[in-house]
């Protein structure tokens, strides 16, 4: 209850837009609605041990998230509404653990409370906690991991070394080796932070016992997974996930500095702002500051020299600059008025507002598309109305400066949740995915032009695979040799279609996806071969 009453505020801030995302909007295409259908398929099968996408073995992930959203609909049947709540519950654990650690760390408890507020109200990590991906629960693992090791360098004591295998085994329960990358540069590297005379070399035989608790912990799945999967299956899992990865993983086909600028927009607004960054020259000097140091440094680098870089990738480092800012923030919290260090927070909402009230005035492209000229414009004028209020409110201390900071993002993503209709309408699957279950409950087979996501799956509860089809050839075939056929394919959001040809269309993204009959089948066909 003490905990609570300290970190109401973070909490508040994770829940209030994350229940209106939840509540109100639809999964999205292909990444959310691909695993759900993997989940979804599992229960259909009860394959619990392999994951199933289209009825075939998936292997490109672990069960763990796919063994979350099943115990929610044991417990709650199958729905849709709570599976967003549990990213977000882990996201209230990632602050708990992080005002843990800053504890452990700095035994401050100012500078605790900053790194969770901190953690909640940084727009990437806002955002990620209300989807259904890996990464917001990979950082819990990640964070049980550096509080297991943080733990373990005070007394050595068995149980912590335990609670860091447990911690490794999740990480790669829920996406596989990668978790090494956030963890091994502190478990490696303690004679860089540890005080001075407290490091010896049974640090490494203890983490030893570390790490085969984790690797124990992944057997107990991979060792049935691999003996049921089938043989792709187990060399898909034993060698294509983890020794091919590893071995194709350095071919740069991203730049090395592609993080850079990521690094940059995850950090924001808080980047922002100059007191985050005023205090960063004195970390070195004491054993906590080169802790967060070596957490960031050398895994930037490794996440830089791999090949297969993606933004979200950067989502489990971002509690570690929490506390590199908040321990700054903190250090000049002496009453010191922070005067105009609002004003870049406030130029920021401004102008962004500013640019796309320019912007609705031209004609809008890509995402600004699907938003329209009245979403565009209620957005803008939402981002000035926040610039324009974080300007003109008093901030006399640091703590009023880290509140309101805070205060900001959430505004941020009311706003941009109550302007963008017109954009989730256009990622909403719920009509295709009912014609589609339609169609197969009538005994249709349902063929997909090009390789299929499993976007429809969960959505529409479907109980049989789609016929993923490469080529206008193998299309033709099959309509040949089957009565009962309907085709899926993304056609350009202009086309012209004729409506006896179709089942149902709808738009999707900037396109829209159509479900054809089988004279519209064989229409499309001719007039694809014929480019």
Not at 122 to 145: G, H
Not at 237 to 265: D, M
Not at 404 to 421: D, E, K, P, Q, Y
Request: hydrophobic content about 50%.
């Amino acid at each position: 209850m003490n905990l609570l009453k300290r970190l109401w505020f973070p909490f508040l801030i994770i829940l209030l837009p994350g229940a209106i995302f939840a509540l109100a909007l639809p999964y999205f295409p292909v990444d959310e609605t691909r695993y759900l259908s993997v989940a979804w398929e599992m229960n259909l099968h009860d394959s619990f041990i392999v994951p199933l996408q289209n009825a075939l073995p998936y292997s490109h992930k672990p069960p763990f998230l796919f063994w979350l959203f099943n115990l929610d609909w044991f417990l709650f049947g199958v729905n849709g509404v709570t599976l967003r709540f549990i990213p977000m519950l882990f996201s209230l654990l990632n602050i708990t653990l992080l005002y843990k650690i800053s504890l452990l760390l700095w035994d401050e408890e100012k500078i605790a409370r900053y790194a969770a507020i901190i953690l909640s109200s940084t727009l990437s990590y806002l955002l990620w906690s209300a989807l259904i991906m890996f990464d917001v629960i990979l950082t819990f693992w990640i964070l049980l991991a550096i509080y297991g090791l943080l733990s373990a360098s005070r007394n050595f004591a068995v149980k912590s070394w335990l609670l860091t295998g447990i911690a490794i085994g999740g990480g790669l329960l829920t996406k596989g080796p990668v978790v090494f990358v956030y963890i091994l540069p502190v478990a490696l590297l303690p004679f860089l932070w540890l005080p001075k005379g407290k490091f010896t070399a049974r640090w490494y035989a203890w983490f030893m016992l570390s790490l085969g608790t984790g690797i124990a912990v992944i057997l107990a799945w991979l060792i049935p997974a691999a003996m049921t999967g089938g043989a792709e299956y187990r060399e898909a899992i034993l060698w294509g996930q983890t020794v091919n990865r590893v071995a194709n993983s350095f071919a740069h086909q991203r730049p090395f500095w592609w993080y850079l600028p990521w690094l940059v927009a995850l950090l924001l607004p808080w980047i922002l702002l100059k007191p985050v960054w005023r205090g960063c020259s004195r970390l070195t000097r004491d054993g906590s500051g080169r802790f967060i140091i070596i957490w960031i440094a050398p895994t930037l680098v490794i996440l830089s020299l791999i090949s297969g870089k993606q933004v979200h990738y950067l989502i489990p480092l971002i509690p570690a600059f929490s506390l590199l800012m908040a321990k700054n923030m903190a250090d000049f919290d002496s009453g010191e008025k922070t005067a105009r260090w609002h004003y870049p927070l406030a130029a920021f909402y401004s102008v962004l507002g500013i640019v796309l009230l320019s912007l609705s005035f031209r004609k809008l492209g890509g995402a600004m598309e699907d938003l329209g000229v009245s979403g565009v414009r209620a957005l803008s004028f939402g981002l000035i109305a926040i610039g324009m209020t974080m300007f003109f409110l008093n901030k006399q201390s640091m703590t009023r400066l880290v509140n309101f900071t805070a205060l900001s993002s959430v505004l941020f993503f009311v706003v941009i949740l109550f302007s963008g209709n017109a954009f989730f309408d256009s990622y909403d699957l719920r009509g295709i995915s009912k014609a589609i279950k339609e169609k197969q409950d009538a005994g249709y087979k349902v063929l997909h032009y090009g390789k299929y996501h499993g976007q429809y799956q969960f959505i529409g509860r479907l109980t049989q695979p789609l016929v993923a089809l490469e080529t206008e050839e193998a299309i033709g075939e099959y309509t040949a040799n089957n009565d009962k056929v309907a085709l899926i394919t993304y056609e350009p959001r202009m086309k012209t279609i004729n409506e006896e040809d179709i089942y149902f269309q709808q738009p999707f993204r900037s396109k829209k996806v159509v479900l054809w009959n089988k004279k519209g089948i064989s229409d499309f066909v001719r007039l694809r071969e014929g480019k």
